[in-house]
């Protein structure tokens, strides 16, 4: 398994987040099986949290139209400190022709500034491709026990 990144406070895009919690709504984030692991560390069970897609990709469940961490009276997320990479990395998505883009759904998308699309271009193509496969990954953690 590759570590897509050491420390996931890497992975933070450095910008005017006002914390609105939009991109928390809607939404359901591709996982990397380091994620899980860290989720999974708090107490929570795989299953709880995490769904397999008929396309193999594991990502957060979705209730109630809002992430299941998602705790819409405080408009906060439950885990912050332990999110997944995805979240850190948005509003930062992965184009196949253009590489890191800024998604403009997010209200403070003009403050992210071009160094950290440079920054991080190539740990979101990294995260796009291990989110792809991370399935054969999670069947055998599962086997061993650790998911
Ligand atoms: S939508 Fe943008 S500004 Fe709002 S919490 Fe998400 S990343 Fe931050
Ligand atoms: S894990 Fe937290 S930051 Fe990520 S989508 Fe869910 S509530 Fe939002």
Sequence with gaps: MIRVVRNPAEAEVKFECTMCGECCLGTSMELLTDDMERIVGLGYGLD??????SDGVWRLRNVDGHCVFYD??????????????????????????????????????????????????????????ETQRTDDEVRLLRLMGKL
Excluded: H, M
């Design 72 to 129: 819409p009276d405080s408009k906060r997320c439950r885990i912050y400190e332990s999110r997944p990479i995805g979240c850190r990395l948005y509003p930062l998505n992965y184009d196949d022709e253009e590489g890191a883009v800024v998604d403009k759904a997010c209200p403070a998308w003009r403050t992210v500034p071009p160094s950290e699309k440079k920054r991080l271009g190539r740990l979101l193509q990294l995260f796009v491709e």
């Design 48 to 53: 709880q949290f995490a769904a397999r897609g």
